[in-house]
């Protein structure tokens, strides 16, 4: 397998493959879901990253919710998502996304949030108050939460887990290297001991985290970025296409091929990972439900 090699400032951007052309949302359960949305004055990350899969995911019913506003206190050089100062904390926000969760029905969510540094517990209550009012509301479904690092302070990374989400979340996004251009605000090391201290309280809960491709990562880097994340447990991954979601935006470097995406997948999977989705399209919450349950199969 050749190293990846990023294309250099001055070479022109390579036009979008066919793999990764997705059709336009509009289906009726798309717009009733996205209506949803609106009338109870609530955020999904499938709108303020620019999902690419917005329109499969929402026609099937799912959407990952983004709680804690939509302003995020960091300013990640690849996200979507606006940054600046939030709003105040909503409180009433977990009732209203467990009642949106009722009312669709769903048997499986994924919960997730911007990045609340000016919070003491960086927003870990809400995510504790959102399981718990969904359970409430509909003791079958299932939870899996994406959370943010809230700055390496262990008790909130417990506040979360003490809800009992079914799956602990949190993105690696890239290698090391890339660290200091990609992640403001974010460490390497305190992913990996996040990631290790959520198996070690929980262990019971499975961890799980997501890796972009095309940053300008080698290929070398990707797999010792796989050795760590195996080192500390992690037992889910996730590798998909990074895509420039502005020009203001960190540039993208290439596009990997579905065989190269295969390829990640079967290291990743002789590594030891219980379970691995890697493709072009795929994201964090990318097909969730049908992840949790091959893992939990995997498991047995």
């Given at each position: 397998m050749p190293r990846v090699i990023p294309l250099t400032p001055?070479?022109?951007?390579a036009p979008k493959p066919d793999w990764l052309k997705v059709r336009a949302p509009g289906s009726p359960r798309y717009l009733r879901l996205k209506g949803l949305m609106r009338e109870l004055n609530l955020h999904t990350v499938c709108e303020e990253a620019q999902c690419p899969n917005i329109g499969e995911c929402w026609n099937h019913g799912t959407a990952t919710f983004m709680i804690l506003g939509d302003v995020?206190?960091?300013a990640c050089s690849y996200c979507a998502v606006a940054h600046g100062r939030p709003a105040q904390v909503d409180t009433a926000e977990p009732a209203r996304v467990a009642d949106a969760i009722r009312a669709l029905g769903l048997t499986y969510v994924v919960v997730t949030s911007v990045d609340r540094d000016d919070l003491a517990d960086g927003g870990a209550s809400i995510f504790?108050?959102?399981?718990?009012e969904t359970?409430?509301?509909?003791?079958?479904?299932?939870?899996?939460v994406l959370i943010p690092d809230f700055q390496g302070h262990e008790a909130a990374l417990h506040t979360v887990l003490d809800?009992?989400?079914d799956i602990l979340n949190h993105n690696t996004e890239t290698v090391p290297r890339l660290y200091r251009m990609a992640r403001s605000?974010?460490?390497?090391?305190?992913?990996l001991e996040l990631l290790d201290r959520s198996r070690r309280y929980a262990p019971q809960i499975p961890t799980k985290t997501g890796l972009m491709v095309g940053l300008g990562e080698e290929w070398d880097e990707l797999i010792a970025t796989f050795r760590d994340l195996r080192d500390v447990g992690c037992g889910v991954l996730t590798i998909g296409q990074y895509l420039r979601p502005s020009a203001a935006h960190a540039p993208m470097t290439?596009?990997?091929t579905p065989a190269e995406f295969a390829e990640l997948k079967a290291i990743a999977l002789d590594l030891g990972f219980v379970h691995v989705e890697s493709g072009p399209l795929v994201r964090s919450s990318y097909h969730a439900h049908e992840t949790a349950d091959a893992y939990a199969?995997?498991?047995r």
């Amino acid at each position: 397998m050749p190293r990846v090699i990023p294309l250099t400032p001055s070479q022109p951007r390579a036009p979008k493959p066919d793999w990764l052309k997705v059709r336009a949302p509009g289906s009726p359960r798309y717009l009733r879901l996205k209506g949803l949305m609106r009338e109870l004055n609530l955020h999904t990350v499938c709108e303020e990253a620019q999902c690419p899969n917005i329109g499969e995911c929402w026609n099937h019913g799912t959407a990952t919710f983004m709680i804690l506003g939509d302003v995020c206190t960091r300013a990640c050089s690849y996200c979507a998502v606006a940054h600046g100062r939030p709003a105040q904390v909503d409180t009433a926000e977990p009732a209203r996304v467990a009642d949106a969760i009722r009312a669709l029905g769903l048997t499986y969510v994924v919960v997730t949030s911007v990045d609340r540094d000016d919070l003491a517990d960086g927003g870990a209550s809400i995510f504790a108050a959102t399981i718990r009012e969904t359970r409430a509301r509909l003791p079958e479904c299932r939870i899996e939460v994406l959370i943010p690092d809230f700055q390496g302070h262990e008790a909130a990374l417990h506040t979360v887990l003490d809800a009992q989400p079914d799956i602990l979340n949190h993105n690696t996004e890239t290698v090391p290297r890339l660290y200091r251009m990609a992640r403001s605000g974010g460490r390497y090391p305190r992913t990996l001991e996040l990631l290790d201290r959520s198996r070690r309280y929980a262990p019971q809960i499975p961890t799980k985290t997501g890796l972009m491709v095309g940053l300008g990562e080698e290929w070398d880097e990707l797999i010792a970025t796989f050795r760590d994340l195996r080192d500390v447990g992690c037992g889910v991954l996730t590798i998909g296409q990074y895509l420039r979601p502005s020009a203001a935006h960190a540039p993208m470097t290439r596009y990997y091929t579905p065989a190269e995406f295969a390829e990640l997948k079967a290291i990743a999977l002789d590594l030891g990972f219980v379970h691995v989705e890697s493709g072009p399209l795929v994201r964090s919450s990318y097909h969730a439900h049908e992840t949790a349950d091959a893992y939990a199969a995997a498991a047995r």
